[in-house]
């Protein structure tokens, strides 16, 4: 069976600070990756995603993360964040099985403090 | 605005008495997802629709039934709620390409059972 996982369950940072939140993967064929967003109170939101192409993606809100084949990662980093970004994160996988699918790890939260 | 929505927001229910909770989407997505998510946990499939195909995850408990009368509704039914079937449950809709999809999140039902 496929995981994910997200060794960060709880982040703490300062406005300003730089952030990586980890995920790695367990599928070794061809995977498609994303990262959603729970602000408080609010529904899962798309941050970004990768299908084929180029390793780093950009999303929305100054998001990116980046595809690491052979480390089976898909890290999401963010230069400078901001109280906003106060939130839990979410990546998920799914590889070329045919199923549709997701699979969730368990989320970091992250909090920010101004 | 195109979007995913859940009826109702919050649902009470009582140990064993049926509940049904209540999908919709204006996007005109093929396939229909429904999530159980606990607290501080991953969002877990139930099972999916793709149009009118019912796909069943093979640890969904029988106790977790879906309807899609159309494309635009989906319906779970909880026969006989257990304190254990306490969560937030989370509906999603996608555009099965044939070999992937990006899930579009709705606000999620909080449901508790006394």
């Known amino acids: 069976a496929q995981s994910v996982s997200q060794h960060n369950h709880h982040v703490i940072l300062s406005e300003a600070a730089s952030l990586e939140l980890g995920c790695n993967y367990s599928y070794g064929g061809t995977v498609n990756l994303f990262w959603y967003v729970q602000y408080p109170g609010q529904h899962l939101q798309l941050l970004l995603k990768?299908?084929?192409?180029?390793?780093l993606v950009k999303g929305i809100k100054g998001f990116e993360a980046e595809f690491i084949k052979s480390k089976f990662s898909f890290n999401l980093r963010k230069p400078s964040v901001q109280w906003s970004d106060t939130a839990e994160y979410f990546c998920a996988s799914r590889g070329d099985t045919g199923r549709r699918a997701l699979t969730f790890g368990s989320g970091t939260r992250l909090q920010v403090q101004p | 605005d195109a979007m995913v929505i859940q009826n109702p927001r919050y649902q009470v229910t009582q140990f064993g008495k049926p509940v049904t909770l209540s999908c919709s989407q204006t996007?005109?997505?093929?396939?229909m997802y429904w999530y159980q998510q606990k607290s501080s946990q991953a969002p877990k499939l139930l099972f999916h629709?793709?149009?009118?195909?019912?796909?069943n995850e093979a640890d969904t408990p029988d106790n977790f039934q879906s309807r899609r009368p159309n494309t635009s509704f989906c319906f779970l039914d909880i026969r006989s709620p257990g304190l254990g079937d306490a969560a937030m449950y989370l509906c999603a809709t996608s555009i099965w390409t044939g070999t992937t999809d990006t899930q579009y999140f709705g606000p999620g039902t909080r449901l508790t059972v006394l």
């Open positions: 990768y299908f084929s192409g180029d390793p």
């Open positions: 629709y793709y149009d009118k195909d019912f796909n």
């Open positions: 996007l005109n997505h093929n396939v």
